[in-house]
C-alpha cells in the first residue's frame, strides 16, 4: 500500500495515461483538432462493463449535458502575484502568457499542471490593488497591460485547450466611477444607477454593517454595501442591466468563456431585506436568459459567500447561474483531512445531491478570501494531500487556488494571502526580477514550482495525476455519486459512475490504519459480479473485487490495509458475473 506519509507523500505510479483535452469547441478549429480524442475515448468507455453495471444515476445529472465545462478543471489567478515581464515588481499578462505552459502546455502528457480553465480576478482598471471597484469595464488596468494583450491571452489559452473566465464585480462599482461621479452631482442620465436617500436611513446592513455613506457632493446618502469606496449599482434600474449586458458581450465577443459573479447574492435590495433577495434571483435569471439567447456557449457561475445547500436551493429553481460556489463542501474537506471525521462530506454532498441533482456547483479548498490551505492544515503535508484528492474526485467543478498546488503559505490580512507565486528562488526565473509588489511567504526559498517539479511525491505531482483524471474519466468529472454507509467515521468511500465507467474513491483522514471490511452501496448500484480492479492512485495488492447485492469486497475474502490519511482511486471494470458470496461485515 502506498499511503500519503508525511515525509514521502504518496506514491505515484510513473505516467498514468496521457491528459485528455476538452472535447467541446472553444472555437470552431479547436473543435476539429479535438475530436478524434474525444471518438476515441467515447469507443473505450463504450467497450467497458457492458450491459453489466446498474447503476442510480441523480435525475437530471450532468452525464447526460454535453457543455465544456462539466469535464473542466479551473485556476483561479490574481494576475498581480502570477508573473511580472517587465521588472516593475507587479504581475502582469504578459508575464502571464509566459506561463501558460506550466498550466497546461495543449499536449497529452508531460509535466503542465493540465487546467482546462483559468479564472482572472478583476482585470479592470481600479484605484485599489484588488481590483474589486472598478472604473472601466471595457478596458484593462494599466498595471496588467492592453486590450491587445487580453486578446493575446485568450488566443494563447484557447491554442492550449484552455478557456478564460473573468471575475466581473457588477454588484457595486468604484466611488471613482464616472458613472457614480455624474450620479453624486445628480447627473439625470446616471443619478438612479445608484440608490440615494435625502436623509440618512436608520437601519444598517444585515449584521448591522454601516451601509449608507455620506454624498461627496451634497447632503444626500448612498447605499455601499461593502463600503464608501464601493457604491452599490441599482440593478432594479433596466439602463443599468442593458449596460451589464454590453459589458458582458463585449468581454464574450473578445473570447473570453464566462463570468464569475461576485458578491451574487447581494445584487438587489428590497429595503432592510439586503440579501437572497426575490429580486435578485429575478435579474439572476433574466441575465442568464439573455446569455443563452445570445452565447450560449458562455458559463456563469457566482459567489454566494459561504453558502450551502439550504441558502442555494431558491438560485436553482428556476435556473438562473449555471453554478454556485459550494462553501459548505469545502469546509467538510478540510474539517475531514484535518482529522475531524468524513461524515460531514457524505452529509453536505447529499444535501448538496437533492438540492442540484445535475452537481451545479464548484467546489474549492479555499480562495481569495480565505487562509490558505497549508494554515488551515497547520502545514501538514499528508493532510493537503488528502484534501486535494477529495476535492478532485468529489462532484462538482473543482476551482484551485493559485500556490495551492505547491502548498503555499498564507494567512490575513488580505494581500499576504495573495502574495506573488513562488516559482522559483533565482529572480531570474522567478516571478520578478526586482521588488515584488508584496513580500513573498516566509516558505518561498524551498516551496517552490522547480523544487516539485519531477518529484513523484511532491504535492504539485499529485495534483497533475488528479487533474489528469479529473479532466479524462467522465466518471469522475461529472458522473453520479454513491457513497458507502456504515464505514468507520474516518473512512469515505464513494462511486462515480458515467456509462459504463466506474471509478471507486477510498480515503482513510484518520491517523491509523484500517482494515477494509466489505463496502455497502446499496442493492441497486453495482450489478453482483466479479470486478478487474486498476489502481489509478495509490496501490492495492489485489486484481479483482467481488461485488453481491451492492456490497463490495477485495480479493475474494482478501484482508486489505489501508494505511493511515491514504488514498485509493480505483477503475473498476467486469470480469464476469458469478459472484461468489460476500461475508457479512461483521464476520471473522
Known sequence: MFGLDRSTGLSLPPGGG??????????????????????????????LLLATVGVIAQPGSAESQEQWWDDAVCYEIFVRSFQDSDGDGIGDLAGLISRLDYLNDGEPGGSDLGVTCIWLMPVFPSPSYHGYDVTDYYDVDPDYGTLEEMDALIAAAADRGVRVLLDVPINHTSNEHPWFLAAADRDPSFRDWYSWSDDKPAWGGPSGERVWHQSPADESWYYGFFGEHMPDLNLANPDVTAEIERISAFWLDRGVAGFRIDAAKHLIEEEQNQENTPSTHAWLEQYRQFLDESYPDAFLIG????????????????????AYFQFDIAYQILTAAGGGGAGGIRSVVRDALEGSPGQEWGTFLTNHDQNRVMVELDGDLAEAKLAAIALLTLPGLPFIYYGEEIGMWGSKPDEQIRSPMQWSRDPATGFTAGTPWQPFQADAGW????????????????????IDLHTSRPSIAHGSFVAATGTTSNLLAYLRVAGDEVTLVILNFGRDAVELEPLTFGTDDLASGTYGVDTLLGGLPVADVNVVDGVIQFGAGSRVTLAAQSALVLDVSVLGLDASPVASPSAP
Open 18 to 47: 496521457g491528459r485528455a483535452l476538452q472535447s467541446v469547441a472553444m472555437t470552431h478549429a479547436l473543435h476539429h483538432r479535438h475530436a478524434n480524442t474525444h471518438v476515441a475515448r467515447l469507443l473505450i468507455v463504450a467497450c
Open 303 to 322: 459567489e454566494i459567500f459561504g453558502a450551502g445547500a439550504f441558502v442555494l436551493a431558491p438560485y436553482y429553481d428556476p435556473e438562473q447561474l449555471h
Open 447 to 466: 516551496v517552490t514550482v522547480e523544487n516539485q517539479s519531477g518529484d513523484p511525491y511532491s504535492l504539485l505531482s499529485l495534483y497533475q495525476r488528479l
